[in-house]
């Protein structure tokens, strides 16, 4: 009976310690800024899917106007192809080549559309076109949405990867969870140069 009571309260030992251990390793939180991480990839991939939605329409409004580039247009229809071609779901966020992959693909979309933009300046009935300025609206919308999720998906990813490195959740991150630091994004190059104002 002693023997059983002893065992007993062994046991109980063990399990508050290993509660107590587990409460303060960071596991729920880990898990938390994993979530977070997920939820702000979610709403960067739907932004991005948002603009790729309006471009079909942009390109059939583009291409009614007489003589317009198709060069320029073509560019675009190619950029969109490849941005919607990559898929990088929150998993894959740990790949650096992928993500690289993945940023390289909008960042050329976003060239190729800015582009068309500043070749529509040349077309003042183009620019005069009622449809036009609606999805031209819609696309500076979506690119201020896009930056906005943006800006949070970097807070989170910074959040969860501090959570991985730091010590005691570190140890969690690593050795019970096999957790690695997510990509983020990168600043295109030269926009740390001022632009060049010419009049």
């Given at each position: 009976?002693?023997?059983?009571?002893?065992?007993?309260?062994?046991?109980?030992?063990?399990?508050?310690?290993?509660?107590?251990?587990?409460?303060?390793?960071?596991?729920?939180?880990?898990?938390?800024?994993?979530?977070?991480?997920?939820?702000?990839?979610?709403?960067?991939?739907?932004?991005?899917?948002?603009?790729?939605?309006?471009?079909?329409?942009?390109?059939?409004?583009?291409?009614?106007?007489?003589?317009?580039?198709?060069?320029?247009?073509?560019?675009?229809?190619?950029?969109?192809?490849q941005a919607t071609a990559i898929k990088l779901d929150a998993q894959a966020l740990s790949d650096?080549?992928?993500?690289?992959?993945?940023?390289?693909?909008?960042?050329?979309?976003?060239?190729?559309?800015?582009?068309?933009?500043?070749?529509?300046?040349?077309?003042?009935?183009?620019?005069?076109?009622?449809?036009?300025?609606?999805?031209?609206?819609?696309?500076?919308?979506?690119?201020?949405?896009?930056?906005?999720?943006?800006?949070?998906?970097?807070?989170?990813?910074?959040?969860?990867?501090?959570?991985?490195?730091?010590?005691?959740?570190?140890?969690?991150?690593?050795?019970?969870?096999?957790?690695?630091?997510?990509?983020?994004?990168?600043?295109?190059?030269?926009?740390?140069?001022?632009?060049?104002?010419?009049?």
């Open positions: 009976m002693q023997g059983r009571r002893l065992t007993s309260l062994h046991f109980s030992a063990i399990s508050l310690s290993a509660l107590l251990l587990f409460s303060g390793c960071g596991y729920n939180q880990l898990q938390g800024l994993d979530e977070q991480v997920k939820a702000a990839w979610a709403e960067v991939q739907n932004q991005y899917q948002r603009r790729a939605d309006l471009i079909p329409n942009l390109v059939s409004t583009v291409k009614g106007a007489a003589q317009f580039e198709q060069d320029t247009l073509q560019k675009v229809i190619e950029a969109r192809s650096p080549a992928t993500f690289k992959k993945f940023e390289e693909a909008q960042r050329n979309l976003s060239g190729a559309l800015s582009r068309l933009m500043l070749v529509v300046e040349r077309y003042p009935d183009l620019k005069a076109n009622q449809n036009f300025r609606d999805l031209q609206a819609q696309l500076e919308g979506t690119e201020n949405r896009i930056a906005v999720a943006r800006k949070r998906y970097v807070e989170s990813v910074a959040e969860y990867n501090k959570g991985i490195r730091f010590f005691p959740t570190n140890l969690t991150a690593k050795y019970l969870l096999g957790l690695k630091e997510r990509e983020t994004f990168t600043a295109d190059e030269g926009a740390a140069k001022p632009p060049q104002v010419k009049f």
